[in-house]
């Protein structure tokens, strides 16, 4: 049986989400905000049972909250999402290829091929993860050509 935090959180959850897909970005970060102190006051100790947030939705929130972040070019801050969407679900692909994107504008090709190649050993499918692998190691040969 879920208890009424529980559904409080998935409430909260779905109009994050209803905002994001708007466009609404202000409105979803401070949603995703919300929900995600919400399952960090939930985990704390002595939480009623039924009121923990899955994995999944926790993971979500981090990551399109991440988004939010990284579309405002917060690229730090967003990247620190991807990484707490990734600890929280370690099998969720989308967050490494969003890190994996930041890391490679950012020049950190090493860093960045190894999430794109986390992405394809979880979701071999990932044609993004794909051609972005293969960019990151062309432009990481350039720089090594140019020695830089």
């Keep these: 049986m879920e208890g009424p935090r529980g559904q409080e959180g998935r409430a909260t959850l779905a109009r994050a989400q209803a905002h994001f ?20 006051c939930t985990a704390s100790v002595g939480a009623p049972a039924g009121s923990e947030c899955s994995p999944e939705d926790l993971a979500t929130a981090y990551n399109n909250r991440g988004q939010i972040k990284y579309f405002r070019v917060d690229f730090y801050e967003a990247m620190d999402d991807y990484t707490s969407a990734i600890e929280v679900q370690p099998s969720f692909e989308v967050p490494y ?5 930041i890391l490679y504008r950012l020049g950190y090709f090493d860093d960045a091929l190894e999430d794109f190649k986390k992405v394809l050993d979880l979701n071999p499918g990932f ?22």
């Design 97 to 101: 290829y969003n890190r994996g994107l």
């Design 21 to 40: 897909r708007k466009g609404e970005y202000a409105e979803a970060e401070a949603l995703y905000s919300a929900y995600i102190r919400q399952c960090a």
């Design 127 to 148: 044609q993004d993860a794909t051609l972005s692998l293969k960019q990151t190691m062309l432009d990481k040969e350039e720089k090594q050509r140019r020695n830089y």
